[in-house]
């Protein structure tokens, strides 16, 4: 492993608490799609592996490291009156409105790591435009080298694309780079890419979940400017 001088995060349990963020606001949209018909919004729902009544998704859930088109495609047997467009369109329309919880305070985080000379980015399974409204309305839009969504153009995790890509785009070499992630798939997409992994807890996957395919486990983001203090040592 070289000494690591890019980081690159997941966006989803991540940057953000994944619960906090999606739990309400998946409540919401699915009381939006069926008028609020508790049948209905319990069978969406379950397609899903999202409970309405408590807001808590499965940690098995597709909607964790899924794309839009995946989770769309899941939802369209339960309403015959959409189209994929139509669904795909409101559904990624709505997650820019998303309430944001940031996992950890992100303006102060982002410049520590910068000052150490860090090249940043961004790689999600979301789609990018909603990607990037939220690390805007986060304030931290502009801290990001590279932002990379299931729809530009380098494929979706756990496959590598979008992750050599990042490298590519900052001209490192994968080893140099760590991948930070909340899932499996984030997990497997940085090992395929021969980068550092770096599991962290603030989304449904528990420490166990992840650990054969972690480096390293902290419990968020916020541990990082130790966990680079130690790892430069």
């Given at each position: 492993m070289g000494r690591l001088t890019a980081i690159l995060f997941d966006k989803d349990g991540t940057l953000f608490d994944f619960h906090a963020t999606w739990g309400g606001w998946a409540a919401d949209f699915l009381?939006?799609?069926?008028?609020?018909?508790?049948?209905?919004?319990?069978?969406?729902?379950?397609?899903?592996?999202?409970d309405p009544a408590t807001t808590r998704f499965d940690p098995h859930s597709p909607v964790i490291a899924g794309t839009p088109d995946e989770v769309a495609a899941l939802m369209l047997p339960h309403l015959?009156?959409?189209?994929?467009?139509?669904?795909?369109?409101?559904?990624?329309?709505?997650?820019?409105?998303?309430?944001?919880?940031?996992?950890?305070?992100?303006?102060?985080?982002?410049?520590?790591?910068?000052?150490?000379?860090?090249?940043?980015?961004?790689?999600?399974?979301?789609?990018?435009?909603?990607?990037?409204?939220?690390?805007?309305?986060?304030?931290?839009?502009?801290?990001?080298?590279?932002?990379?969504?299931?729809?530009?153009?380098?494929?979706a995790k756990p496959e590598p694309g979008q992750l050599l890509a990042f490298a590519g785009a900052v001209g490192r070499a994968p080893d140099q780079v760590a991948m930070i992630g909340d899932s499996r798939h984030d997990l497997h997409a940085g090992r395929a890419a021969g980068m550092t992994t770096i599991g962290v807890l603030t989304g449904p996957a528990r420490a166990q979940d992840l650990a054969d395919l972690a480096d390293a486990i902290l419990p968020d983001i916020g541990h990082l400017p130790d966990y680079l203090t130690a790892d430069a040592g």
């Open positions: 009381a939006e799609l069926t008028d609020g018909a508790p049948d209905a919004m319990a069978r969406l729902g379950a397609a899903i592996g999202f015959p009156q959409m189209t994929p467009r139509a669904l795909l369109t409101r559904m990624n329309a709505a997650a820019a409105r998303a309430p944001l919880c940031p996992a950890v305070p992100l303006p102060p985080l982002m410049a520590d790591l910068a000052a150490r000379g860090l090249a940043l980015g961004v790689a999600t399974n979301d789609a990018e435009a909603p990607a990037r409204a939220h690390l805007s309305a986060a304030g931290v839009l502009e801290r990001f080298d590279f932002i990379a969504g299931c729809d530009s153009g380098f494929g």
